[in-house]
């Protein structure tokens, strides 16, 4: 399998994280978010619509949209299981899962805030407001479900697609100065499931793409980039 990834994609984190977990090897394939390489042609035959990450196949067959490849590698890759075994676990875990696909990163990635300095003129600080209103918002919701199984991980005390998609969120939060105080059951999650290897190995800073000289997320004197998510 090779996979298609930028090191800070939080959807590209998503599906090495998931490959981690389930042991599976991949060679990595970097596509620059900077400059733009997601849109050249070379890129876009093998996903049209132009964003990481893809999954190529030994089949040669392409898989896209990271949600939609994690529940391929789900049912394709049945241990470790990461999804419940019982049909209202897994309805819990896909709703929490939404609430980062669907809610929170269609509205702060790096095509919406283009438009927004291009087509509205906003500067960096309104498009760190415009981050952080966001992302704040899914994190209440976030935190509530997540305090309501009193677990280790976001449902109970499995790991699971629920936290396989948090923690590159988290990270993208900590990037974007969003303190994690006001929700102390996601940090706590965030600090467990990063004392995992599966975790530790598909962070950013570990990825062959991570350039030299860049402030990683735990340096408080990292800042927002122009790449997004």
Not at 29 to 54: C, F, M, W
Not at 152 to 180: H, K, W
């Amino acid at each position: 399998m090779q996979l298609y990834s930028y090191f800070r994609s939080s959807a590209a984190y998503r599906l090495r994280i998931a490959l981690a977990l389930k042991g599976l090897d991949y060679d990595y394939v970097a596509v620059n978010l900077r400059k733009s390489e997601q849109t050249e042609d070379r890129y876009r035959s093998l996903n049209p619509i132009g964003l990481v990450p893809a999954l190529q196949l030994d089949s040669h067959d392409v898989l896209s949209q990271s949600v939609a490849v994690l529940e391929w590698l789900e049912e394709q890759y049945l241990s470790p299981a990461l999804l419940p075994a019982d049909a209202l676990g897994r309805a819990r875990v896909r709703a929490f899962v939404n609430v980062i696909a669907c809610d929170i990163h269609p509205i702060c990635n790096l095509s919406v805030t283009n438009h927004l300095k291009t087509e509205f003129g906003a500067d960096q600080d309104a498009i760190l407001g415009w981050y952080r209103q966001w992302m704040s918002r899914g994190f209440e919701a976030l935190e509530t479900l997540a305090a309501s199984t009193q677990g280790t991980f976001c449902m109970g005390d499995s790991v699971s697609l629920a936290d396989v998609c948090l923690i590159p969120q988290l990270y993208n939060a900590n990037r974007f100065g969003i303190e994690l105080g006001p929700y102390p059951t996601l940090a706590a999650i965030n600090t467990h499931c990063l004392t995992l290897e599966a975790f530790q190995s598909a962070a950013p800073e570990q990825q062959p793409d991570f350039p030299e000289g860049v402030a990683r997320a735990t340096d408080p004197q990292s800042k927002p980039h122009r790449d997004g998510q």
